[in-house]
């Protein structure tokens, strides 16, 4: 393949625009930001789950409670009917009368256990709801830190994506003035080569693979006209030649 040699050295600066667009690339795949929005999500999924866990525990509580009070109030009722019965006078029989006062004092000891069970009750459910008010505020503060996080990773992406906006826009345009062929073969080896299609030779050492040529090498490259687009022996990407090729 032909092409001026000034075709070939605006290749260079398709390749250098490449490298930075590449740059770019990673850039915004590496942010810092994004391993600490990862850590953060994590602990707030944890967090979350907590909080769901001890909200449910909170809730069943809850119902335990209302139960153990309806229980309560219902043997406190039995009692006040009992007691009452008893005070009516209306009762006259020894037996009734010692059997209500015996119901009477079993009433009051169950009404005390049920007490025990609401007492019991509420200080858990006490506990669960310090439990709960905790996790709410530290989903809270961890959810500010992701959302802050979020705004950090996405300023940061609207600058790199600017910053390769213009870079592209400004490789199409210098890509634009490279032959087609050439541009294809260039675009073709990129792909091949990790991202690196073409290289200038600098000093007799090509800077694609790094690698100097050999006295052969460069025979044939200082024989091969200025127009041909030579390879490098070694990786296959274009060599360009310029006045620091050391030929």
């Not at 003035?177 to 073409?198: E, F, W």
Request: hydrophobic residues 35%; contains cysteine; glycine residues 4%.
């Amino acid at each position: 393949m032909n092409a001026a040699p000034a075709d070939q050295i605006r290749l260079l600066d398709v390749q250098a625009l490449d490298v930075r667009l590449a740059q770019l690339a990673h850039k915004r795949k590496s942010l810092p930001v994004h391993a600490e929005l990862e850590s953060l999500t994590k602990d707030l999924a944890q967090l979350r789950d907590l909080l769901v866990a001890a909200q449910t525990e909170e809730s069943d509580t809850a119902r335990e409670q209302t139960k153990a009070e309806q229980d309560v109030d219902q043997v406190r009722q039995r009692a006040v009917r009992d007691q009452q019965r008893l005070d009516s006078g209306a009762i006259t029989s020894p037996k009734d009368l010692e059997n209500l006062q015996k119901e009477i004092v079993s009433l009051a000891k169950r009404q005390g256990d049920l007490e025990d069970v609401v007492l019991e009750v509420m200080e858990r459910r006490e506990s669960v709801q310090e439990r709960v008010s905790e996790l709410t505020e530290r989903v809270s503060s961890v959810q500010a830190k992701a959302d802050d996080a979020t705004g950090r990773r996405d300023a940061a992406f609207a600058e790199i994506d600017e910053q390769t906006a213009s870079v592209t826009k400004e490789r199409e345009v210098v890509a634009g003035s490279v032959p087609a062929d050439l541009l294809k073969l260039y675009d073709k080896l990129r792909g091949q080569q990790g991202g690196v299609g073409a290289a200038r030779l600098y000093q007799r050492r090509c800077e694609g693979c790094q690698l100097e040529l050999n006295i052969t090498e460069i025979n044939e490259v200082k024989a091969a006209p200025a127009n041909e687009v030579v390879r490098c022996e070694n990786c296959s990407r274009i060599l360009v030649r310029t006045a620091e090729s050391g030929l």
